[in-house]
């Protein structure tokens, strides 16, 4: 369990601090975590790589996609989509991705697995779920 918390913990740090850079630092923790399991005997490691995942008390500054989107929905602000809304994402519910993490630690495998969601949308399809919730009050806006 303490890997588990350690890479947790790195993820968020890093991602506090570097923002989408966190996939760098957040795979060092978990390299990290094996071989000190391996030198410590330390109790089974699982790698776990966490996706786009949304649910309650998320900040609304977080720079998250979702994030971004209710926040501007909220301020009667458009919703920026980057370039031409065309990029994909899979986004899971926290509820699940923990269910998922619980999962592989229940589990006799290693990994690494991919906890998240196989569906994807486009970030223009996202921004149109979020544009309906606002009963359509909100524009859209494509920028570069």
């Known amino acids: 369990m303490p890997c588990i918390l350690a890479v947790l913990s790195g ?17 060092t923790v978990v390299l990290l975590c094996s071989v000190l399991r391996m030198l410590a005997a330390a109790p089974q490691v ?37 370039g031409d809304g065309q990029q994909t994402r899979s986004f ?25 969601n196989p569906g994807e949308f486009t970030m223009l399809e996202l921004a149109n779920v979020r544009r309906s919730g606002s009963h359509g009050l909100t524009n859209i806006m494509l920028i570069g």
Do not use: C, W
């Open 11 to 27: 993820i968020l740090s890093a991602y506090l601090v570097f923002g989408h850079s966190a996939f760098v630092t957040a795979s």
């Open 46 to 82: 699982r790698i776990v790589r966490i996706f786009n995942t949304y649910g309650p008390k998320m900040a609304l500054d977080d720079g998250r996609v979702v994030s971004n989107f209710v926040a501007q929905a909220l301020s009667d602000q458009p919703i920026t989509v980057y």
């Open 92 to 116: 899971q519910y926290i509820d699940d991705l923990i269910a998922g993490m619980v999962a592989v630690m229940d589990g006799d495998e290693i990994g690494p697995f991919n906890v998240g």
